[in-house]
């Protein structure tokens, strides 16, 4: 059987279809399609944004990965940080430092570095110096 039967047949069946109606019925049926048409574009536009605001988010986290990639570096990178272990996490920016520091400098120091990074917004230092004793 031909192919374009397949899209011949079913028009020409609505076609009839929508002769036979009253003009009220054709008036009914244009507001359905309308409807139809608005209908989709609503949900188009919804997609839209939805994939938009995936793309952000993943764009968000991949620069925090980054960041936090950079601060670990850094710190590594440190003669006086790079024996100590230093928990980054980067959430939008914002960066939280924690675990122990062996005396204020380092833990100073710590801040500094993770504060020359790019895309750095705030710094909260949460390392803990540790008691010599």
């Known amino acids: 059987m031909n192919r374009s039967l397949y899209y011949v047949v079913p028009t020409a069946l609505a ?13 009914a049926v244009g507001q359905k399609v309308d409807e139809a048409v608005a209908s989709t574009k609503s949900g188009a536009n919804e997609v839209k944004r939805a994939a938009n605001d995936a793309g952000a988010t993943v764009a968000t986290a991949a ?6 990639t950079k601060i670990n570096a850094a710190l590594a990178a440190d003669d006086q940080l790079k024996a ?9 920016g914002h960066v939280v430092l924690s675990g122990t520091a062996p005396d204020a400098g380092s833990r100073e120091r710590a801040t500094s570095l993770a504060r020359a990074v790019d895309g750095v917004v ?4 949460r390392l803990i110096v540790a ?3």
Do not use: E, F, Y
């Not at 076609?15 to 008036?27: K, T, V």
């Not at 100590?84 to 939008?92: F, L, P």
């Not at 705030?122 to 230092?125: H, L, P, Q």
């Open 15 to 27: 076609a009839i279809a929508l002769s036979a109606c009253s003009p009220r019925d054709n008036q």
């Open 63 to 68: 620069t925090d990965a980054m960041i936090t």
């Open 84 to 92: 100590i272990k230093i928990d980054v996490d980067t959430r939008d």
């Open 122 to 125: 705030a710094v909260d230092n």
């Open 131 to 133: 008691s010599k004793g």
